[in-house]
């Protein structure tokens, strides 16, 4: 049978398992087994384990569920809510702070817990009624979290960015770094769109209240004293000092980032022990669980992707699409964009794990060879799977909000995000047209032959 033959087969078979409902890890672990027993030595069955052991023999990798940990424990206290007011009390004189401070407020949670489900669960929970109570629409509240909270996969730690540079085989450090750039951008867009967009809820409930007197609690503003606002930081500067460790250690080459993890999520856990009281182990419990329960969702997806992706690589499928994409000779940018569009496509029905493991060995070998840098490449596709989590039919955070706030109808959550998807698709355009936005930061303090 032809390598096509048996890539087609390959492809329908993962598409047939996963629309028939079964768990992602599972569907792809079971694909992989009778694509193993149907066209490899039956010898290979034997070494199931041992390929998936060695796939994910990767110091790097040991670094996600310490990462999780720190996630967990920041994002089960009250470090989220405490961040949030204190970003609040901060902006409340700027028109639209309430909205700008939700963005600031998902950035650093996201930078702390490198996780967009926790994000918008930490930063939501308390911004999404409080922006309502002020009179924000339902939609616009949900949009700016939602998007806020996928900031979560591009600032570091990023456990996307980590799964991508075992799959690329680059540099963590050089990835953690260029992702800040566009970090910084997506943040500025997010702001902007913010405040544009409550000027406009603004001057409308205006003019609803000199045109028939109704008032909206949007036009009532917040003022806090500086007393008040100092008293909000001494709970939060301890996790911003935690996070500029970490960081500082990462990049200045005093740990490495699995070393950095384990730090990290130590510390959180003594200052959710000290600030809030979290010690005792009924407290501990749920942090505990969630990082358990969490790790081992991730690890087996990651287990079973890359099982997936070497039964791909052993058929030759993979290297003879890259083979069959290379051959078509198309430009670099047309190239890029069919690769992107790939990518969007896959983020309707894949989170963005497996998105990475299964395209991998395919998009990259193309990319490389056109000479696109493989840092950069993996921000835009970061920022590309950002859109999928906040995109329909089955973007993550929409359903995360739609838990947080169950009477804000879907279509109204879905009609708020959509500002942001654009929002990233125009940073992904100016990413293009100045790579510099991401690299910079890396070749100053990672430099490396490209």
Known sequence: MSVLAIGLMYAGATLAAMLAGIPIAFALGVVALGFMYAFMPAAS??????????????????????????????????????????????????????????????????????????????????????????????????????????LGILLPPSITMILYAVAAEQSLGRLFLAGVGPGFLLVALFAGWSAWRYRREYAAAKVAYERDGTQSPILKGDAYTMRERFSTLPRVLPFVILLTGVMVALYGGYATPSETAGLGGLLALAL?????????????????????????????????????????????ISQSAAAAIVGMHLSPWVLLLMILLLVIGLGFFLP??????????????????????????????????EMGLIHPPVGL?????????????????????????????????????????ALWLPDLLLPTTR
């Open 45 to 150: 069955l034997d070494t199931v384990a041992q390929n998936v052991y060695e796939e994910m023999a990767s110091i790097t990798l040991l670094s996600i569920p310490l990462f999780i940990l720190k996630g967990a424990a920041i994002g089960r206290s009250r470090a989220g809510q405490d961040l949030y007011s204190a970003m609040h009390a901060w902006m409340s004189r700027i028109p639209g702070g309430l909205g700008i401070a939700n963005v600031f407020a998902c950035a650093l949670f996201a930078a702390m817990a490198g996780s967009s489900p926790a994000t918008c669960s930490a930063i939501g929970s308390a911004g999404i009624p409080e922006m309502r109570k002020r009179g924000y629409s339902p939609g616009f509240a949900a949009g700016i979290i939602a998007a806020g909270g996928t």
């Open 272 to 316: 959710i022990a000290a600030i809030y009281k979290v010690w005792k182990p009924k407290d501990l419990d749920p942090i505990l669980t969630a990082t358990l329960r969490e790790s081992t969702m991730l690890m087996l997806i990651i287990g079973m992707s890359l099982l997936y992706a070497y039964v791909m690589s052993y058929l030759h």
């Open 352 to 385: 963005p794990v497996s998105i990475i493991l299964m395209t991998a060995p395919i998009i990259l070998p193309p990319l490389r060879a056109q000479g696109f840098d493989l840092v950069w490449f993996g921000v835009v596709m970061t920022i590309t799977m």
């Open 397 to 437: 955070n929409i359903f995360v909000i739609k838990n947080i706030a169950p009477d804000i109808p879907l279509r109204d959550i879905i009609w708020g995000t959509l500002p942001f998807v654009a929002l990233m698709a125009f940073a992904i355009l100016l990413l293009c047209l100045v790579p510099g936005i």
